[in-house]
């Protein structure tokens, strides 16, 4: 069985990876219409056109530097560089080792950074502008920030030492997870409760979009749940009491044109709102 899974993700089609985010997008999106989480009450295909743009640009990024992040797995692998080739690990090891670092580096360290350093805020800041959170929000980045995020992968491989069979196995559940917890759906409590405490599900990571800080600085977590936890950065509040979005671009004009989008992060830096306590979830 593992080595079923490690001969296909070593060889897996270009095809195949492209079906795994269109059929996560439209299995997410069936479900979501049946049991959201917030009134679907906006213009959907208009919102959808917006963040598959995107999406696209993602796609675009990741394809022109993939041979970098094959070159730098074949590397790693021959000389038998970082944690997996320095601890020589069985298979086994190296499925869930791996994959755990793969998150923790790729997914929550590149996510905490561009929400401190600020000039990657300044790209970062477009996927937070989304005023209705559903599953085509899940790749709603800059290509300014496909890049960033690309070069946390490539960070991620050296420390791993990750053969590209891990590499690829990771970006695949990277692509569905992050379709899952931006969905717009609401999973029963009893089954929410049991799943949050492995992974991020979408009542874990919609406060993360929550339009006033300090609430868009939690829950970071990208298919892991217990990072947040570590490193402190969980919180749990009353999803029905959120607003999507970013107190410095709320105006709808604004973050639905995708030429506003692209120029944002080259506008004049726009400082967060200081809100009271009481005010931050009003």
Not at 15 to 29: D, E, N, P, Q, Y
Not at 234 to 250: A, P, Q
Not at 253 to 277: A, C, M, N, Q, W
């Amino acid at each position: 069985m593992l080595e079923t899974i490690i001969q296909y993700f070593s060889e897996i089609p270009s095809v195949h990876r492209t079906a795994i985010l269109v059929g996560g997008l439209v299995f997410f999106s069936l479900i979501e219409s049946a049991l959201p989480l917030m009134s679907l009450d906006y213009k959907r295909w208009r919102h959808a056109g917006t963040n598959i743009f995107f999406t696209l640009t993602t796609i675009i990024v990741n394809f022109i530097l993939a041979f970098i992040l094959v070159k730098v797995s074949d590397w790693v692998v021959a000389y038998e560089f970082g944690i997996i080739g320095w601890m020589q690990m069985p298979l086994f090891a190296q499925l869930i080792i791996g994959l755990l670092l793969m998150d923790l580096l790729g997914a929550y360290l590149a996510h905490w950074v561009q929400h401190h350093i600020k000039w990657m805020w300044r790209f970062h800041a477009i996927h937070h502008t989304d005023q209705h959170i559903d599953v085509t929000s899940a790749n709603r980045h800059h290509p300014g920030e496909s890049v960033i995020r690309f070069v946390f992968t490539i960070l991620a491989t050296l420390v791993v030492g990750a053969p590209i069979w891990l590499v690829m196995l990771y970006q695949s559940a990277s692509v569905v997870l992050s379709q899952f917890n931006h969905s717009n759906l609401v999973l029963p409590r009893w089954l929410d409760k049991i799943m949050v405490y492995f992974i991020c599900t979408p009542n874990m990571h919609h406060v993360h979009h929550h339009y006033r800080m300090p609430y868009s600085d939690t829950n970071y977590g990208n298919i892991f749940s217990f990072w947040d936890r570590l490193f402190r950065t969980y919180v749990e509040v009353d999803n029905s009491k959120l607003i999507y979005g970013l107190d410095t671009h709320m105006d709808k004009k604004e973050v639905e044109s995708v030429v506003g989008l692209l120029g944002l992060p080259f506008d004049s830096y726009r400082p967060h709102i200081e809100y009271t306590e009481q005010e931050q979830l009003d």
